[in-house]
């Protein structure tokens, strides 16, 4: 679909590359491909997580090229915005489990998309920020919902109210990455997380995702709800009875997703 998203499949777990250098920004190219993957990649039941990452040593991705707004054209913004909004919400919203290998700087854009994923690793040498007040803008992927949930609402001032720039140590300290690697090595960690997702039931862990994105949207009596309804709807599957009958016979279970 583009260039600049680079797709490989492996197994149950399928890997895309940001691949724009020198920096990998977003372009609305990018953008509006990531969607229609996505959406290709969720119609092969065979693939159960996908793991994003950054071209090269560098940058995971610095977000947006900076030189598209330099023009003030508010066309171009409404575009944009729309095309970012978009992107990540499909990403934030697939029933796949997705991870950010976060191999270098994630900037502005580049750090909501990491934001919009389920799981973060990144190396030792990472470097996160959304700065985009300090050039008259501000975060339009979801950089200032979703990072308050992850990190409280300190932190995500001193990041996007201050700029603050952070570096991988203090992103763990703070809750916004789940682990830190040597450099080199976030897209093998990441790719060990995906494959632990193979032995889940797909139609729990496409329950339970959404369960916990309800936890930040809904007043706890109407997720605690939810929760129980889901519960009950997967007495509806096969998966169910097989998952519990591969326990008691103490052997693997044969996911079959119906």
């Known amino acids: ?51 994003i990452t950054g ?13 598209t707004f330099a023009d003030g054209d508010v066309a171009i913004a409404s575009e944009m915005a729309r095309a970012f909004g978009f992107a990540f919400e499909a990403l934030a919203e697939c029933d796949l489990v997705t991870i950010a290998a976060i191999n270098g700087y994630a900037m502005g854009g580049g750090l909501e998309a ?3 994923c389920d799981i973060r690793v ?3 040498h990472a470097q996160m ?30 990041m996007i109210l201050c700029g603050e720039r952070i570096d991988a140590d203090t992103a763990l300290d703070i809750g916004l990455v789940e682990e830190v690697v040597d450099s080199g090595e ?16 797909p139609g729990s862990v496409v329950s339970c995702k959404r369960l916990i994105h309800a936890a930040e949207r809904q007043p706890l009596q109407t997720a605690l709800a ?11 599957s096969d998966d169910q009875m097989e998952g519990v009958t591969a326990f008691l016979e103490k052997r693997k279970p044969e996911w079959t997703n119906s």
């Open 1 to 51: 679909m583009t260039d600049q998203l680079q797709v490989s499949i492996d197994g149950p777990v399928a890997t895309l590359t940001i691949n724009n250098p020198k920096a990998n920004t977003w372009t609305l190219e990018s953008l509006n491909a990531l969607p229609d993957i996505i959406a290709d990649l969720e119609a092969d039941t065979s693939i159960r997580a996908l793991v």
């Open 55 to 67: 071209a090269g040593e560098k940058f995971f991705s610095a977000g947006a090229e900076l030189t």
């Open 114 to 116: 990491a934001l919009a």
């Open 122 to 124: 990144a190396e030792a």
């Open 129 to 158: 920020a959304l700065p985009e007040a300090s050039v008259g803008l501000l975060p339009c992927a979801g950089g200032t919902q979703r990072l308050p949930w992850l990190v409280g609402e300190g932190w995500a001032k001193r």
């Open 186 to 201: 976030s897209l093998a960690v990441a790719m060990e997380l995906a494959a632990k997702v193979q032995a889940q039931s």
């Open 226 to 236: 939810m929760e129980r309804e889901e519960f009950v709807e997967l007495f509806n």
